[in-house]
């Protein structure tokens, strides 16, 4: 279980990072890919290949409502991490924060991107702040013993001609950590490009 913790609390770190390192990209109008090579800490390295989307949506439902990104005006980015102490400590995903940074979502699977690649979620997690249309809430992957599913991201098509990542992602999110805490499905769709 230390273990899982541990990919949990690595997978956060890393999405909610990234959020914030997009944005400031995004709001910057910083082009340059080498910038995605920062280090995040002395064993997290970034890829070459974390890549702020220039194009494209990533739709987010939830509870019957339906959140969209558009990397035209809002930060989404996808990013490859890995441990430099474990090759075995992959990790990809998607992450995202809109203009007004009241919204952000991040998802993340353990491993190797590829195309038509299916992987298990190893974190996620959905924001809405103050100052969103409606009232805010956080949600996070719930990781209780009993739970077996945790979620899926279906990777169609990476980094071919102008299509950064192409798929389809499910997970399930908490509003808290109690072991009684409702659970709810997000469900969602990502189209992003690169020119």
């Given at each position: 279980?230390?273990?899982?913790?541990?990919?949990?609390?690595?997978?956060?770190?890393?999405?909610?990072?990234?959020?914030?390192?997009?944005?400031?990209?995004?709001?910057?109008?910083?082009?340059?890919?080498?910038?995605?090579?920062?280090?995040?800490?002395?064993?997290?390295?970034?890829?070459?290949?974390?890549?702020?989307?220039?194009?494209?949506?990533?739709?987010?439902?939830?509870k019957?409502?339906?959140?969209?990104?558009?990397?035209?005006?809002?930060?989404?980015?996808f990013?490859?991490?890995?441990?430099?102490?474990?090759?075995?400590?992959?990790?990809?995903?998607?992450?995202?924060?809109?203009?007004?940074?009241?919204m952000?979502?991040?998802?993340?699977?353990?491993?190797?991107?590829?195309?038509?690649?299916?992987?298990?979620?190893?974190?996620?997690?959905?924001?809405?702040?103050?100052?969103y249309?409606?009232?805010?809430?956080?949600?996070?992957?719930?990781?209780?013993?009993?739970?077996?599913d945790?979620?899926?991201?279906?990777?169609d098509?990476?980094?071919?001609?102008s299509?950064?990542?192409?798929?389809?992602?499910?997970?399930?999110?908490?509003?808290?950590?109690?072991?009684?805490?409702?659970?709810?499905?997000?469900?969602?769709?990502?189209?992003?490009?690169?020119?």
């Amino acid at each position: 279980m230390r273990g899982k913790g541990f990919t949990y609390l690595l997978s956060i770190f890393v999405i909610t990072f990234m959020a914030v390192f997009a944005s400031c990209q995004k709001d910057s109008d910083v082009k340059d890919s080498s910038a995605a090579k920062t280090s995040v800490a002395d064993s997290v390295v970034m890829s070459p290949a974390n890549i702020l989307a220039v194009a494209g949506k990533l739709s987010v439902t939830i509870k019957d409502s339906t959140y969209i990104f558009d990397a035209s005006k809002d930060s989404i980015a996808f990013i490859n991490v890995h441990d430099d102490s474990d090759d075995k400590n992959r990790y990809y995903g998607i992450t995202a924060i809109n203009k007004e940074h009241n919204m952000s979502f991040g998802i993340s699977s353990s491993g190797y991107v590829h195309d038509n690649k299916n992987g298990d979620v190893a974190g996620s997690q959905f924001l809405l702040g103050p100052g969103y249309k409606t009232e805010g809430f956080q949600y996070s992957l719930s990781k209780y013993a009993g739970q077996k599913d945790f979620g899926n991201i279906h990777i169609d098509k990476y980094n071919q001609d102008s299509v950064l990542a192409k798929g389809t992602f499910h997970a399930w999110l908490s509003p808290n950590e109690k072991a009684d805490a409702p659970v709810y499905k997000i469900e969602g769709t990502f189209d992003l490009k690169l020119k």
